[in-house]
């Protein structure tokens, strides 16, 4: 039987765990200070990468940079105080004689990170950071489609890291196949749901724990309360960001009948403000990540439907971003999460009935509400379950250390950022911790024993 060509990789990560080295603070800052190197000595090469592979816009270029070195400083601002053990809370009765609750976090262990293609370094690094602020080893998988950031990986990961705490693998689907019959610790996916499946099936074989950030169509709302031009703009720009393809992006917009032709009207307008007359020559308009992508999201493209845009451009993996107007639950764009800059926009007069059919569907990763009522904007949160969102804004809420991070259902499980992302890459381990020296007569044989008494130190 062949040797799988990484498990040396796994293996010598794992010894090197075993020596206990990697919980302590030291190596967990001296882990963040090589990231935060890497990224700020090299920043030309990250966003020349960036551009090769498809055409990100300097906005979104530096926007990669810009988040891990937040979520670096913020680490290494708060890692001592993570890292201290938490008192809680127990039963009154057992507390008064003489125990107390403690939880500690600890390291999982080697842990493999599986970035997506659409924000390559940003969303492979940002779970990377975690973990090794949690005291894990990684092993980092970045996306085959963004060849030239997955070389620059390869290039610099050996530079300002030991193999055994921070290792590098590239290629395709047969390299992600093989690191996933390996045994690690804990794997960290973000990806589409069907990959999401294939690796919690293999992570099942080691019962190993994952954290899954996977897509949906992500549902938006506009009521007639709604202040319509920032909508539009917001809207707009979260919507074509990366040409649309962000698992956060807003899949699809249901607009009340009274505002619905208003707001298409200034959405279109928000477009060709930020994008121009002809988007294929705006410099901050990414391309989409293959021909066959460009293809997939043109097919989606419904001309009687087409109030802005409509056109592609397939050797250029060019997408122009295209309003569809009025659609239904019908049509093909609302099948499916899109991953492209072409928008459903769908009429509604009743807000119970936009509720239930957006319920009907898989649960998304991310909702957006704008309005100015807040019964209505109540009535959307209690029915409406999703990963998170925004009210009266897009997609900013995802770059808030404070705010976990995450899908539910369809859309992930597990949340990171901030405190939530230390958290979700460390074992709890919760302990009971008893003076040795005072009794507690819970034991055999209870005849004759007053076992009110005994169970009373258990309850609140």
């Known amino acids: 039987m062949p040797t799988n060509p990484f498990a040396e990789i796994v293996d010598r990560q794992r010894a090197h765990f075993h020596t206990d080295v990697t919980r302590s603070l030291e190596w967990r800052m001296d882990q963040l200070g090589r990231m935060q190197r890497m990224l700020s000595e090299n920043q030309d090469d990250w966003t020349a990468a960036l551009y090769q592979d498809f055409r990100k ?16 400083e913020y680490y290494r601002n ?53 973990a090794l602020a949690a005291g894990n080893t990684v092993v980092l998988k970045p996306a085959n489609t963004t060849p030239a950031t997955a070389a620059l990986f390869a290039k610099l990961i050996p530079q300002y890291f ?6 590098v693998v590239t290629g395709g689907r047969q390299e992600i196949s093989a690191l996933l019959d390996l045994h690690f610790d804990f794997i960290f ?102 021909e066959h992508d460009t293809e997939r999201v043109a ?10 845009g409509g056109r592609s451009d397939v050797p250029d ?7 569809l107007y009025p659609s239904d639950w019908d049509d093909p764009a609302m099948q499916q999460e899109v991953f492209g800059p072409v928008l459903p926009v769908l009429r509604y007069s009743s807000l119970d009935e936009v509720i239930g059919r957006i319920r009907a569907l898989p649960r ?17 949160l209690r029915s409406v379950s999703f990963g998170g969102g925004c009210i009266n804004q897009t997609n900013l809420h995802c770059w808030i250390d404070a705010l976990p991070f995450g ?33 507690i007569d819970v034991f055999p044989p209870y005849q004759g024993k007053d076992l009110t008494a005994a169970l009373s130190l258990f309850s609140g």
């Open 78 to 130: 708060n890692l001592a105080e993570l890292m201290e053990p938490e008192r809680v809370a127990i039963p009154p009765g057992l507390e008064a004689i003489g125990n107390s609750g403690v939880i500690h976090r600890e390291p999982y262990g080697v842990t493999l990170v599986i970035g997506p293609f659409n924000a390559p370094i940003l969303l492979l690094l940002d779970p990377a950071i975690a």
């Open 299 to 308: 097919g989606y493209i419904l001309p009687e439907k087409t109030v802005l």
């Open 57 to 72: 816009p300097p906005f979104e270029q530096l926007f990669e940079i810009t988040v891990p070195t937040g979520v670096i």
């Open 364 to 380: 998304p990763l991310a909702a957006y509400i704008f309005s100015t009522d807040e019964p209505t904007i109540d009535r959307v």
């Open 189 to 290: 996916f973000t990806g589409s749901s069907a990959v999401g499946k294939v690796v919690m099936r293999a992570a099942a074989e080691n019962l190993t724990p994952v954290l899954l950030e996977l897509g949906g169509q992500n549902p938006t709302l506009v009521d007639a309360t709604a202040n319509l031009d920032q909508a539009a703009d917001r809207i707009a720009w979260g919507h074509n960001a990366i040409s649309g393809q962000w698992c956060i992006a807003p899949g699809y917009v249901c607009v009340e009948d009274a505002v619905a032709d208003e707001f298409v009207e200034k959405l279109c307008a928000s477009i060709t403000r930020m994008y121009g007359t002809d988007p294929q020559a705006s410099p901050d308009l990414a391309r989409m990540i293959s």
């Open 407 to 439: 899908g539910v259902g369809n859309s992930g499980m597990g949340k990171y950022y901030g405190k939530a992302g230390f958290d979700a890459l460390s074992n709890t381990k919760s302990l009971l911790v008893g003076d040795p020296d005072r009794p």
């Open 162 to 167: 030991e193999p055994e705490d921070v290792a």
């Open 317 to 323: 993996r060019y997408v122009e971003p295209t309003v």
